[in-house]
């Protein structure tokens, strides 16, 4: 075959450092807006992408040539530095936890990831962000070691 083709649809979810409330409503937006910008300048593109004061859910589709924990580190280490600089004065300690997670998606569970992660909001009115990533890790069957989930 001449050509590679792939549709490579990941669900990454990261947060804060510290569970921090660091995004509030003032500042979510314009952070979404500029993951979505690091993603497209990567060459990968983010479907959706949506969260809560502490945590960020994208879903991305990625070029085969990029890793997804190169497109992590570059969403994350770019969009600090933009939180820094855009936002010096009440941002100024923002970091991202040094960890994440990206599960694969098939294409027929597209819409309903997509959707998942539209509803972060009121999907946390019922429960926490710890519950909710220890939840996917079951259910994607990812080992973990709860000191390093739940602490």
């Known amino acids: 075959m001449a050509h590679t083709l792939a549709l490579l649809l990941t669900h990454i979810v990261f947060s804060t450092k510290e569970r921090r409330p660091w995004l509030e409503d003032a500042v979510r937006a314009e952070v979404f807006a500029d993951l979505g910008g690091i993603a497209r300048e990567a060459g990968a593109a983010a479907l959706t992408i949506n969260g809560t004061a502490d945590h960020v859910h994208l879903l991305v589709t990625c070029p085969p040539p990029l890793a997804i924990a190169e497109l992590v580190r570059l969403l994350k280490t770019n969009s600090a530095l933009w939180l820094h600089r855009e936002h010096r004065c009440t941002h100024a300690g923002f970091a991202w936890q040094t960890g994440y997670g990206a599960f694969s998606v098939s294409h027929s569970a597209r819409e309903a990831v997509s959707e ?29 070691d709860e000191r390093f989930v739940l602490g």
């Open 116 to 144: 998942y992660i539209a509803r972060q909001e009121e999907h946390h009115r019922r429960i926490g962000f710890a519950e909710e990533f220890v939840a996917m890790l079951k259910k994607h069957g990812v080992a973990y």
